[in-house]
């Protein structure tokens, strides 16, 4: 069973960063593509940002390239997600996921199997 947890969300200015941690637990981290995803008001679950196994490759979703980066360290079972240049647009609920078994970078939300609860990014205009 593994267990993740988000923290690092909160209130922020338009322009403002913050940075998302997401710690698990269990003993399948180091084997686990890990991902961020988000869910805003009234509209669907959508991906964010995702990175491999082993951290050495990352994907993110076309509106937060450039403004946000993916990272993880297998030694702390943590994936983190360095959020800048923040927009009111980004406001939402952050989720990590994790998909054991998988080597590479994975976008779909499907092939994630644990879930976090969830952390609050709010950026105000």
């Known amino acids: 069973q593994v267990q993740l947890v988000e923290s690092g969300g909160g209130l922020v200015q338009a322009g403002g960063s913050l940075r998302l941690s997401c710690a698990a637990s269990?003993?399948?981290?180091?084997?686990?593509?890990m991902g961020w995803f988000r869910q805003a008001p009234g509209k669907e679950r959508e991906f964010v940002a995702a990175i491999s196994r082993s951290g050495r490759s990352t994907n993110s979703a076309d509106s937060v390239k450039g403004r946000f980066a993916i990272s993880r360290d297998n030694a702390k079972n943590t994936v983190y997600l360095q959020m800048i240049s923040l927009k009111p647009e980004n406001t939402a609920v952050y989720y990590c996921?994790?998909?054991?078994?998988?080597?590479?970078?994975?976008?779909?939300?499907?092939?994630?199997?644990?879930w976090g609860q969830g952390t609050q990014v709010t950026v105000s205009s």
């Open positions: 269990g003993r399948t981290f180091s084997n686990s593509a």
């Open positions: 996921a994790s998909a054991p078994g998988y080597t590479a970078v994975v976008v779909t939300p499907n092939a994630y199997n644990y």
